[in-house]
């Protein structure tokens, strides 16, 4: 008797505990933030420090330093005669090509991505660059002995640096003179034997025995040229000796800039290339491209790595060493755990399928479908005091918040292994015209592979630590 007594207590507490924790679930409030709306804007004009545009030569002690810090613009500030809407129109444009080709490569069976095919064909795809699907951030540098200044797109999706050079078969309209690399005291040619040249994936040969290279993009734009070795001067820091590529063919729908530098993980990129004496660390912080009061930075060397950011290990892709891919494990809207949302749905599998990348030259962050739609179905419950408007271009979730000078929006967290990432409201409800039209910044996709874009990223010192095989989330971390 005195045992059944027993179970019907213990029945009665644990239901009671069930019910307790039902309850507490159910009358959770949901966590909001609030968004300043503000509508799409004109980027600020083009201005560098005058270091950054002097064309004297550095001097020799300037090699020693083990610490670099750039501003950055958006290419949008190349534009100048665009409106708001027309340059976010071209900015998802550009995204879409961008996504289309990351997803070619990761696609192509081959693994090859840069260098001369067997024969007269190419064999190769490198997808990045000024081409549609380019990077959306470039820099100010100088090229050669004695230094001449010309912008270079940034980004973290391929591997070769590479810059047009005179003369040219067919260059492209960029905004300074084109690179001649026979008034530089630096330039030199790579032999066909060399270790160098052999990093090319199928590197080619000219008569002289001096190495070739071709960079081809998913819309059909190509460079072509020397793999060379030359002095990149970055305000008073110069940089010795970087295998890049002198192109004097480009083809293409290339834009403004003069080449690019490629941030990838691969071995001829430019954390990897100087790695001895950066520490193969690098960061940026990518501020709103409206926003007037800082600009976006990238920091080279162990300054690179802020003390507030939070880590997740890097993932190796066995069949692609360009892309850094993470570890995501869940989102939560509104201080949930989205319901349908697992490490599952992102896995990197043995086959190199699948899986998160980190992108400074995607805008959009993509999430495989079905992930997608349930943090948008999240979203969107959260959000249900908002009026709503109909569907932008790739954005099915936007809202009509015009009038209105701040509303309060759901929060999104992005769960990394071993890192939250809690965003702030401009980086997911972002505007899409100058009429208060704001969407909700994700979109999905059939691909398997999903990429964390740059919106995403606003605000946040973004740590590479190749040598930690890390990457790092700073917030606030544009000051």
Known sequence: MEGKARNTHFFFFSFSAIFVTLSTALTDPIQYQTLVVNTLSTPPTLSWPESQ??????????????????????????????????????????????????????????????????????????????????????????????PRYVYMVLDTGSD????????????????????????????????????????????????????????????????????????????????????????????????????????GRGRL??????????????????????????????????????????????????????????????????????PGISAALFKLDNAGNGGVIIDSGTSVTRLTRPAYLALRDSFRAGASNLKRAPEFSLFDTCYDLSGKSEVKVPTVVLHFRGADVSLPATNYLIPVDSSGTFCFAFAGTMSGLSIIGNIQQQGFRVVYDLAGSRVGFAPRGCA
Request: glycine share 10%; hydrophobic share 30%.
């Open 53 to 146: 545009l002097s064309g004297s030569d550095p001097g020799p002690d300037s090699e020693t330093e083990s610490t670099l810090s750039l501003q950055l613009h958006h290419l949008d500030a190349l534009s100048t005669d665009q409106s708001p809407e027309q340059l976010f129109d071209l900015r998802l444009q550009r995204d879409a090509m961008r996504v289309k080709s990351l997803y070619s490569l990761v696609a192509s069976t081959n693994g090859s991505r840069v260098g001369y095919g067997s024969g007269s064909g190419f064999s190769s795809s490198v997808i990045s660059g000024l081409a549609q699907g380019s990077g959306e951030y470039f820099t100010r540098l100088g090229v050669g002995t004695p």
């Open 160 to 263: 070769v640096v590479w810059l047009q050079c005179a003369p040219c078969k067919k260059c492209y309209t960029q905004a300074d003179p084109v690179f001649d690399p026979a008034k530089s005291r630096s330039f030199a040619g790579i032999p066909c034997g060399s270790p160098l040249c052999r990093k090319l994936d199928s590197p080619g040969c000219n008569q002289r025995k001096q190495c070739l290279y071709q960079v081809s993009y998913g819309d059909g734009s190509f460079t072509t040229g020397e793999f060379s070795t030359e002095t990149l001067t970055f305000r008073r820091t110069r940089v010795a000796r970087v295998a890049l590529g002198c192109g004097h063919d480009n083809e293409g729908l290339f834009v403004g800039a003069a080449g690019l530098l490629g941030l």
């Open 269 to 338: 990129s430019f954390p990897s290339q100087t790695g001895y004496r950066f520490n193969r660390k690098f960061s940026y912080c990518l501020v709103d491209r409206s926003a007037t009061s800082k600009p976006s930075s990238v920091v080279f060397g162990d300054s690179a790595v802020s003390r507030t950011a939070r880590f997740t290990p890097l993932l190796a892709n066995p069949k692609l060493d360009t892309f850094y891919y993470l570890e995501l494990v869940g989102i939560s809207v509104g201080g949930a755990r989205v």
